[in-house]
């Protein structure tokens, strides 16, 4: 009998990259799990700000894929929403190399909600992860469009943030507002969390409290050797202005994709036995494995390889030989 092929995972990530560097450190973890074939990143959809920002982080987010060996993902600005904060929202970072990383992922998708559309009608039941990094109207529209279309195709949903102490009257987990994802997006969390608990969609929450627990640094940034890749330069430049913890977080809920990977690194992905919804919730457990597993993981990614040519040179005893 043939041995049945094992399906790869498909992610989608929405993602507010380039407002800090925690979304840029992300990618480089993603890159990493589809490097070891343990994803297929299908999609990159980026919220936060006018469409004019989201389309910029749309083509940052291309471009730093394509600086990581992946140039063919595609990336979409997600559609509008109501803004709450202009200036915080808008916030978008620009030093010596956002223009190098920009230029290499020019051509975007224009809108997240009809990407969404026609991807779903491709891929395979239950074979899709979904990563929420940043706020997810789009995500939330789609479900809403389709009605259930997104359980027969969807098999996880990683968010980052966390939830009230006390449940509804229903047991179920209702999404803290304050956490950042969540504010700008309340009546997104709220639709996404009571749709999940009612129609059993599975999820995993990575509180904050994970990353705080990591205590990471970033002086392994340091111990690379010289990269010329403008990824690590421009985490070089954001490493000593961001706050290590806020960095780290959306790492972990990038690792947290492959369940077996984050446990084996250090973490756990726990369910409270009380609650009948599939929800689990990720912690750090052992922050040193981790923290050197991440470290291993930019050394991999980041630093400039020595390519031997050793092994294209003919012996002189074959020489001889022939």
């Not at 997240?112 to 779903?120: A, P, R, S, V």
């Not at 923290?291 to 930019?298: A, L, P």
Request: aromatic residues 10%; glycine residues 6%; contains cysteine.
């Amino acid at each position: 009998m043939p041995k049945k092929e094992k399906k790869i995972p498909e992610v989608l990530v929405w993602t507010d990259i380039n407002n800090y560097s925690d979304d840029l450190a992300s990618l480089v973890i993603l890159a990493y799990l589809a490097d070891l074939k343990l994803i297929n990143i299908r999609g990159i959809i980026t919220q936060l700000g006018t469409y004019e920002v989201r389309r910029r982080r749309a083509i940052f987010a291309k471009g730093a894929m394509a600086h990581l060996g992946y140039p063919f993902v595609r990336a979409v600005p997600g559609g509008d929403y109501d803004i709450q904060n202009e200036e915080l929202e808008n916030h978008y970072i620009e030093n010596d190399f956002t223009g190098i990383i920009e230029n290499a992922g020019v051509t975007v998708h224009r809108s997240g909600t009809i990407f969404l559309q026609e991807y779903m009608k491709t891929v395979k039941d239950k074979n899709v992860y979904i990563l929420l990094n940043a706020p997810f109207d789009d995500f939330v529209k789609y479900i809403k469009a389709t009605h259930d279309t997104v359980l027969k195709k969807i098999k996880k949903v990683v968010v980052m943030g966390s939830v009230l102490q006390n449940k509804d009257e229903h047991g179920y987990y209702l999404p803290n507002l304050e956490c950042y994802n969540f504010k700008y997006c309340q009546d997104a969390a709220k639709y996404l969390f009571d749709y999940a608990q009612n129609k059993g969609l599975r999820m995993t929450i990575v509180p904050a409290l994970c990353a705080e627990h990591l205590e990471m640094d970033y002086g392994c940034l340091d111990n690379i050797s010289k990269s010329r890749n403008p990824v690590y330069q421009e985490l070089m430049l954001l490493k000593d202005a961001e706050n290590p913890t806020t960095m780290a977080y959306d790492m972990l809920s990038t690792l947290c994709l492959i369940d077996g990977l984050f446990k084996a690194c250090g973490g756990s992905i726990q369910k409270d036995d009380n609650c009948s919804a599939n929800i689990s919730f990720a912690d750090v457990e052992n922050a040193q494995l981790m923290r050197d597993k991440f470290c291993e993981i930019f050394k991999e990614k980041l630093e400039t390889k020595t390519i031997s040519m050793d092994h294209l040179k003919r012996s002189k005893g074959k020489e001889n030989n022939e």
